[in-house]
């Protein structure tokens, strides 16, 4: 079966919805927030997202290991469609497929981390204000300071889902998402940070702790992305009952034909 693009919704969300958590992020660009930005291809039971509403596009590729090879077809057959620069964000044992193609940079190896023991949320103080468009300016002020270059979709706060702690008026701590659908009952946390000069004292669990009990309210999974190499911020996912269930690398590609000019 050759590579097509595929448009019908209620066909990618029952492909991917075999494993809802490893394809979490795709799951949330189903929904009418997201889905203008999208191109689908599809081989058989694999699927791949390639997201427009980054800077640069975005390749996401995600398989369980029993699925690598087949995947790696349909990624062999769709790089001669893609941009000359794009990002990715390929489950191991994927590269090869574009290998060919595309010179690939390496962005770092990540965890795909999902909520697997809510009971530990109450093991920490949860804390946090629902935030909303006028406190945009203090967000974008405190992820300037706190967390410059992180990736921060200004239109996710429309959603209710982003939490934070102020020490009198000013924010000193945040978490957001990157995805929030009920429709497809999953979510993504993103967006956690807090003021350097109020780290150490256990503000990112409690509103980590505050926005997990919160999206449980609306959707099944809860889920998020972290570096590896961040032992810090792996230590305080597991700690409020994520669990890691996934790898993944990100890469920066440029066509060959590109690079050589």
Known sequence: MPVRAEHDRAVLAGLLGRDPVLHAYQLG??????WPYTSWFRREDQVALLYHGADLPTLLAFAAPADTAALSVLLAQ??????????????PGLTGALAGSFR??????????ALTDPGRLGTVAPAGVVLGAADLPQV??????????????????????????RDGGALVAVA???????????????????HPRWRGRGLAASVVAAL??????SVRHVTLNVKADNAAAVRLYERVGF???????EWTLTSLGAAAG
């Open 29 to 34: 660009d189903l929904d009418d927030f997201f």
């Open 78 to 91: 769709v790089a001669p469609v893609l941009p000359a620069r794009l990002y990715a964000h390929l489950s």
């Open 104 to 113: 690939m940079d390496a962005g770092g190896r990540h965890h795909r981390m």
């Open 140 to 165: 974008r002020e405190l992820y300037a300071r706190a967390y410059p270059g992180n990736w921060f979709d200004e239109r996710m706060m429309q959603t209710g889902q982003y939490l934070g702690i």
């Open 176 to 194: 957001g998402v990157h995805v929030f659908s009920p429709t497809y009952r999953v979510a993504a946390l993103g967006n956690v940070t807090t």
């Open 212 to 217: 997990c009990a919160r999206l449980r309210e």
């Open 243 to 249: 669990t890691r269930v996934a790898d993944y690398d």
